[in-house]
């Protein structure tokens, strides 16, 4: 799966959380999306079952997705870690 | 590096009871001491590192020794999203809608009727809550004869209390999905969880042994101990070999999981009225207060129900006011349990110990044979 199929599919994803219809990268999680805590377990959780991938401890911190383009960047280094 | 000698390297670094342990050659994980409520709370500077918001709360845990407990936002997150993911392999959707039980009066009628009509009408997808107040729940859909066409529900779980077989058969025969049981302390929350062959199967984010509680020792596998249980999620405090005061022992299933099983416990423990009967586990709403105490100079207490309608607060330590404990008690016992009873507040040398596990519960019930006003 390529880059710019995973942002496009993030972006579904969290449009669906969020029901939103459009979801910019630039997007910032907690102030424009208005995500909680709940919502960032659901969505973390999608994350990992969709890309199939599994979160360390270290990535659960939450002033380390910021922004939408914050979560893709973060399956594209997961998903590099996974196919290694 | 494994996952223990990562954390022991960075408990003697960052943590000033820790640093004591750093000699010349290497320190294994297996090196550094036991931990118990007690002595973190008597040396609570040298283990305790805050960075920015905590959320507090307060716990005596079934030893009656009470402890402040803190949370920064991302342990908070972390152990959130462990529980979460346990649930999502028993079919939690995403968007679900879950019923909470309050372990209030739950067996006055009007409090089972509500959560009835929420099981009823908001279809929620899990139903948690204490044992025996799933248990009463069950029990008055039952005697109701109520048709629940929840579609929707896919478990109900269990905190808090340990889980009879009875409990079990009743609550899966009402509600007809599985009850799945979750083992945690209020210090670091999840420690095992059911799986789906029915075990409790120990957490990736804890690490649980085994001890002889007499001698300290590691029990051999499949041997009944001490549960001690280390947190890798946990820093703002850490949980290292911290003794829960729970006996249970450790197997390794076909899949090489670590399951845990608990001591068998005969029954949960009740509050008998002249009327009805309701759980000690009500007094967890006094956590906080009884932590308080501890300023006052108590380190242990115990809840002793001497008649229908006689309790007796029993602590080691010192107190300056009785009469305030009194007063607190009696105020509880009118709101919580709607019911009058004579408080008394003594200081004892000893607590009542359990004759098969040895550990100290909160709360001594009313012996059959004495129940008398």
Request: net charge negative.
């Amino acid at each position: 799966m390529s880059t710019v199929s995973h942002s496009v599919d993030i972006l579904k994803i969290i449009a669906d959380l969020t029901k939103r219809k459009q979801i910019s990268l630039e997007d910032r999680l907690v102030e424009d999306l208005y995500i909680d805590s709940i919502t960032y377990l659901e969505l973390l959780s999608f994350l990992e079952e969709t890309f199939f991938f599994e979160l360390d401890l270290d990535d659960l911190e939450p002033g380390k997705l910021q922004k939408v383009q914050d979560v893709v960047a973060l399956v594209e280094q997961k998903r590099k870690t996974v196919s290694l | 590096m494994n996952k223990l000698d990562s954390l022991t390297k960075e408990l003697i670094l960052k943590y000033p009871f820790y640093k004591d342990y750093a000699k010349g050659a290497s320190v294994s994980f297996f090196d550094l001491p036991l931990t118990d409520k007690k002595l973190i709370t008597m040396r609570r500077n040298e283990f305790e590192i805050l960075k920015g918001e905590v959320n507090e709360s307060y716990t005596s845990g079934s030893t009656g020794t009470p402890f402040h407990c803190i949370k920064s936002k991302e342990e908070q997150l972390s152990l959130a999203f462990s529980l979460y993911k346990h649930r999502r392999k028993w079919g939690l959707p995403f968007k679900n809608h879950s019923l909470l039980l309050s372990n209030r009066v739950l067996e006055e009628e009007h409090a089972l009727s509500h959560y009835t009509k929420q099981v009823v009408n908001k279809e929620p997808h899990m139903i948690q809550g204490r044992a025996s107040a799933l248990y009463q729940l069950a029990l008055y859909i039952q005697r109701n004869e109520i048709q629940l066409k929840n579609e929707n529900l896919l478990f109900i779980q269990n905190w808090g209390e340990p889980l009879s077989e009875k409990q079990i058969r009743v609550v899966q025969e009402v509600f007809d999905v599985p009850v799945v049981d979750y083992y945690g302390l209020e210090e670091l929350w999840c420690i095992a969880f059911t799986n789906e062959d029915g075990d409790l199967e120990i957490d990736e984010h804890v690490h649980v042994e085994i001890i002889n509680p007499e001698t300290l020792k590691a029990a051999s596998e499949g041997e009944y101990g001490e549960i001690v249980v280390t947190s890798f999620i946990m820093k703002s405090i850490p949980f290292v070999r911290y003794r829960t005061g729970d006996i249970g022992k450790i197997e390794e299933n076909k899949q090489g999981k670590k399951i845990l099983t608990l001591f068998p416990i005969r029954h949960s423990h009740v509050i008998k009225l002249k009327d009805r009967n309701v759980n000690a586990s009500i007094f967890r709403y006094l956590d906080s207060f009884f932590f308080q105490l501890t300023n006052q100079g108590i380190t242990q207490y115990q809840i002793v129900q001497q008649s229908l309608i006689e309790l007796c607060f029993q602590y080691i330590g010192t107190v300056k006011d009785k009469t305030f404990i009194e007063k607190k008690l009696n105020e509880f016992v009118r709101s919580h349990l709607g019911s009058e009873m004579r408080i008394s507040v003594q200081e004892v040398d000893e607590l009542v110990h359990d004759p098969i596990s040895g550990k100290t519960h909160v709360f001594i019930e009313l012996p059959h044979e004495e129940i008398s006003v």
